[in-house]
Protein backbone atom coordinates (compact mmCIF):
# COMPACT_ATOMS: atom_id res chain seq x y z
CA UNK A 1 0.00 0.00 0.00
CA UNK A 2 1.12 3.72 -0.83
CA UNK A 3 0.37 6.41 1.24
CA UNK A 4 -0.29 9.32 -1.85
CA UNK A 5 -0.52 13.46 -1.38
CA UNK A 6 -0.57 15.20 -4.30
CA UNK A 7 -0.46 19.01 -3.71
CA UNK A 8 -0.32 22.30 -5.72
CA UNK A 9 0.10 25.74 -5.05
CA UNK A 10 -4.14 26.10 -4.50
CA UNK A 11 -3.84 23.37 -1.62
CA UNK A 12 -4.29 19.75 -1.38
CA UNK A 13 -5.62 17.90 -4.10
CA UNK A 14 -5.22 14.35 -2.84
CA UNK A 15 -4.48 12.35 0.47
CA UNK A 16 -5.27 8.53 -0.18
CA UNK A 17 -4.15 4.97 -0.10
CA UNK A 18 -2.59 3.38 -3.42
CA UNK A 19 -1.66 0.22 -4.71
CA UNK A 20 0.24 1.72 -7.53
CA UNK A 21 0.78 5.47 -9.17
CA UNK A 22 1.55 6.54 -12.35
CA UNK A 23 3.72 9.17 -13.35
CA UNK A 24 4.61 11.33 -16.56
CA UNK A 25 8.11 12.11 -15.75
CA UNK A 26 10.32 14.50 -17.54
CA UNK A 27 12.33 11.19 -18.95
CA UNK A 28 9.27 9.01 -19.99
CA UNK A 29 6.29 7.69 -17.75
CA UNK A 30 6.79 5.74 -14.70
CA UNK A 31 4.62 3.95 -12.43
CA UNK A 32 5.31 3.58 -8.32
CA UNK A 33 4.95 0.06 -6.74
CA UNK A 34 4.97 -0.48 -2.75
CA UNK A 35 8.90 -1.30 -2.00
CA UNK A 36 9.83 1.13 -4.42
CA UNK A 37 13.40 2.36 -4.43
CA UNK A 38 13.93 6.54 -3.40
CA UNK A 39 13.12 8.24 -5.97
CA UNK A 40 12.92 12.19 -6.68
CA UNK A 41 11.56 12.98 -10.17
CA UNK A 42 10.85 15.98 -12.34
CA UNK A 43 7.21 15.71 -13.67
CA UNK A 44 6.02 16.70 -17.29
CA UNK A 45 2.90 17.70 -18.61
CA UNK A 46 0.65 14.66 -18.48
CA UNK A 47 -1.66 12.54 -16.45
CA UNK A 48 -1.05 11.15 -12.91
CA UNK A 49 -2.88 8.29 -12.60
CA UNK A 50 -3.47 6.03 -8.90
CA UNK A 51 -6.06 3.77 -8.42
CA UNK A 52 -7.23 3.55 -4.51
CA UNK A 53 -6.04 0.59 -2.33
CA UNK A 54 -9.06 -0.73 -0.98
CA UNK A 55 -10.43 -1.60 -5.07
CA UNK A 56 -11.73 1.97 -5.84
CA UNK A 57 -12.07 3.62 -8.56
CA UNK A 58 -9.20 5.02 -10.58
CA UNK A 59 -8.36 8.91 -10.77
CA UNK A 60 -6.82 10.67 -13.21
CA UNK A 61 -4.97 14.22 -12.73
CA UNK A 62 -3.71 16.09 -15.65
CA UNK A 63 -0.85 18.37 -14.80
CA UNK A 64 1.58 20.78 -16.23
CA UNK A 65 4.18 19.89 -14.61
CA UNK A 66 5.75 19.39 -11.02
CA UNK A 67 7.88 16.82 -9.11
CA UNK A 68 7.66 13.77 -7.06
CA UNK A 69 9.26 12.53 -3.85
CA UNK A 70 9.19 8.94 -3.20
CA UNK A 71 10.18 7.07 0.35
CA UNK A 72 9.48 4.59 2.78
CA UNK A 73 5.89 4.17 0.56
CA UNK A 74 4.91 7.54 0.53
CA UNK A 75 4.78 9.54 -2.61
CA UNK A 76 4.50 12.82 -2.21
CA UNK A 77 3.51 15.24 -5.82
CA UNK A 78 3.90 19.12 -5.72
CA UNK A 79 1.93 20.01 -9.18
CA UNK A 80 1.01 22.47 -11.44
CA UNK A 81 -2.63 21.56 -12.76
CA UNK A 82 -3.45 21.65 -15.98
CA UNK A 83 -6.59 23.12 -16.35
CA UNK A 84 -7.44 21.84 -19.79
CA UNK A 85 -7.48 18.06 -18.50
CA UNK A 86 -8.26 18.35 -14.98
Same mark, same amino acid.
Given at each position: ?55 ? *? *? ?16 ? *? ?6 ? *???
Amino acid at each position: MLRLVIVSPSGELSRTTAAKVSFPGEAGAFTVLPGHAPLVSGLAAGEIVYAEYDGG *E *EHRLGIAGGFVRVLRDEV *EACVEVND *EKY
